[in-house]
T-cell receptor, first 112, second 115 residues
Framework: SQKIEQNSEALNIQEGKTATLTCNYT??????LQWYRQDPGRGPVFLLL?????KEKRKERLKVTFDTTLKQSLFHITASQPADSATYLC???????????FGAGTRLTVKP | NAGVMQNPRHLVRRRGQEARLRCSPM?????VYWYRQLPEEGLKFMVY????????ESGMPKERFSAEFPKEGPSILRIQQVVRGDSAAYFC?????????????FGSGTRLTVV
């Protein structure tokens, strides 16, 4: 069956450290993968997209990797801040038409 | 640009009533997606629509649920004869018609409570 799994429901780290979130998938062959941030009571907000032919993508303090052999994406936030505390969702493209399926998310808490 | 507008923000219905959730996509976006989210859970895909067409409804329950995106006006997600298990947050997202790999723009959601 098809699965999208994100590591542990919650991740707690100290301010200034690097947060690393994992997204693993099974029985999908996405042409690209996206990461979103969701705050309580709000809709998700698009952060980054990485295509299958890209190994790594960066945007400010964010870095995403995509390994199609391992079927895994890693999402890094460097120099984390309490304001980075949120739930982060990975999403895979399916059906070659911008149709996306989401993982359950990882709730990140950055402590001062 | 007002973004994706969903209304109502909160909706309370008694069991057996109908719920109608509305979504106006961003200006210029012709693709609409509906997702359902339970507390502490991820987004569950329901349906993907373009103007006047259903592209993918593989996530829609077979009964009581329907969706439309008419030529004019917002997209509507309709739930007939609601039951307690329908209580959830329903999110709508939109994307432009051109290009792939473009991130979705989400609305703030409609929180449905069935009492």
């Amino acid at each position: 069956s098809q699965k999208i799994e994100q590591n542990s429901e919650a991740l707690n780290i100290q301010e200034g450290k690097t947060a690393t979130l994992t997204c693993n998938y099974t029985n999908y062959s996405p042409a690209y993968l996206q990461w979103y941030r969701q705050d309580p009571g709000r809709g998700p907000v698009f952060l980054l997209l990485i295509r299958e032919n890209e190994k790594e993508k960066r945007k400010e303090r964010l870095k995403v990797t995509f390994d199609t052999t391992l079927k895994q994406s890693l999402f890094h936030i460097t120099a984390s801040q309490p304001a980075d505390s949120a739930t982060y969702l990975c999403a895979l493209e399916v059906n070659n038409n911008n149709d996306m399926r989401f993982g359950a998310g990882t709730r990140l808490t950055v402590k001062p | 640009n007002a973004g994706v507008m969903q209304n109502p923000r909160h909706l309370v219905r008694r069991r057996g009533q109908e719920a109608r959730l509305r979504c106006s996509p961003m200006k210029g976006h012709s693709h609409v997606y509906w997702y359902r989210q339970l507390p502490e859970e991820g987004l569950k895909f329901m349906v993907y629509l373009q103007k006047e067409n259903i592209i993918d409804e593989s996530g829609m329950p077979k009964e009581r649920f329907s969706a439309e995106f008419p030529k004019e006006g917002p997209s509507i997600l309709r739930i007939q004869q609601v039951v307690r298990g329908d209580s959830a947050a329903y999110f709508c997202a939109s994307s432009p018609s051109m290009g792939t790999g473009i991130g979705y723009t989400f609305g703030s959601g409609t929180r449905l409570t069935v009492v």
